[in-house]
DNA sequence: CATGCCGTGATACAGATGTACCATGCGAAT
DNA sequence: ATTCGCATGGTACATCTGTATCACGGCATG
């Protein structure tokens, strides 16, 4: 049916005006007036496809958590044909820094999102561990796969290493939003510790 | 004069009040009302004291980050004496992690600001990048004298390492608030990468 | 042709928010 | 004793926010 495809379309349109206003002005303007002009529609509609604006977050962070997923997807195939762990370990964490528009806009929606998640423990627990947790997982894979090529020293703990690795990048991210330095910068700093890891 | 003095400590105790409510609720909900309930007086009082809601931010803001400071040389006070670099380079770190109640209320008040300040440019500017760079330099200063007392492999970049530590403990503070491990999981990470590296 | 549902618009409403204004008490200085 | 400045209280005001309500046109189905 025609109009089920238009309503999909228009949620869309209204959600990724939200994730503009977030990655541009912060969540705290994204108010459902804001969004609405940003979406070019009235505030009406914004409420008739999203009951509540509560909804309409909830929404659009699915769309940007998508969005995230899509991006790593795109790096992992550009990583080669068989990639090998470590191309795989570095295409994924280099795709999360904030070194081009794309990921600096992700980046940024999601600090947006995650200091308002911080006080709602109920929106924590369901979107909080998820990515991360997932994340880290495939890291440690990668690192134990790396081990059985003689890529990695045995010696390294996959899961602690993994942990470090992921934490490393959004620390790095987060210096890299606050203008502590440019992306460039924090890529070198990522690629010289995936070196000594590597290369020991 | 007695005057100035309580001028200073009513502003103490209404900014106190305001990072009260930015630790447990979330910025958003410090409205100048909810600042003067927490603190126990009139919102007219909130008003005289600080003569805008952007003044009374920047004033908390500034008071957090001395409390950081007070933690910080309270750790490296506990460091030993005389303290080795790696202990120095230990405490500084562990103390930003979010193991106990009072660097949790710290890094989740950080939190706060953070999302508020990236979209304000100016602001960041101002107190962005400041604490952050000093907290690397200091870093590296302890790394390069580790290396000349021989706990620490030359090989390293003390910058470049530094500052892969600075991102690292920020990560993991980033991972316990968002409940996908507690603080002891990450001081344990933590400490396993610097064991990893000073013992390179 | 009539009916009724769906998308859309305009607007109303209640509450919150930052700030401004007026008033009052109180201690000190003239 | 009067005046003056500071600390404090109460409250008004304009604006913004999320949500609810009323209204209208079009289109399909009976």
């Known amino acids: 049916m025609n109009a ?4 999909e379309e228009r949620r869309r349109q209204i959600a990724e005006a939200l994730l503009r206003i977030a990655d ?3 969540l705290q ?14 505030l009406r509609l914004v409420q008739y496809y ?7 977050l909830l929404d659009a962070l699915a769309r940007l958590g998508a969005q995230l997923q899509d991006r790593m997807a795109r790096w992992i195939a550009a990583a080669g044909s068989p990639p090998t762990p470590r191309a795989l370990v570095t295409a994924v964490l280099a795709c999360i820094l904030p070194t081009d528009a794309e990921s600096r ?7 947006a999102y995650y200091a308002l998640v911080l006080n ?3 929106a924590l627990a369901k979107h909080g561990t998820g990515q991360a947790d997932l994340l880290e997982s495939f890291l440690a894979e990668q690192l134990r796969a790396a081990q059985r090529d003689g890529g990695l020293s045995p010696a390294r703990d996959p899961r602690i290493t993994a942990a470090g690795l992921a934490a490393l990048v959004n620390g790095l991210g987060q210096s890299v939003l606050g203008g502590q330095r440019d992306g460039e910068a924090a890529l070198a700093i990522l690629t010289h510790h995936l070196d000594e890891l590597f290369d020991a």
Not at 29 to 42: D, H, N, T, W
Not at 105 to 111: K, L, P, S, V
């Open 120 to 122: 709602d423990p109920e």
């Open 24 to 26: 541009t002005q912060g």
């Open 29 to 42: 303007s994204a108010s459902m007036r804001a969004v609405a002009a940003e979406a070019g529609v009235s």
């Open 50 to 56: 999203f009951e509540t604006k509560e909804g309409l």
């Open 105 to 111: 806009r992700i980046a940024r929606t999601y600090t």
């Open 4 to 7: 089920k495809v238009e309503h």
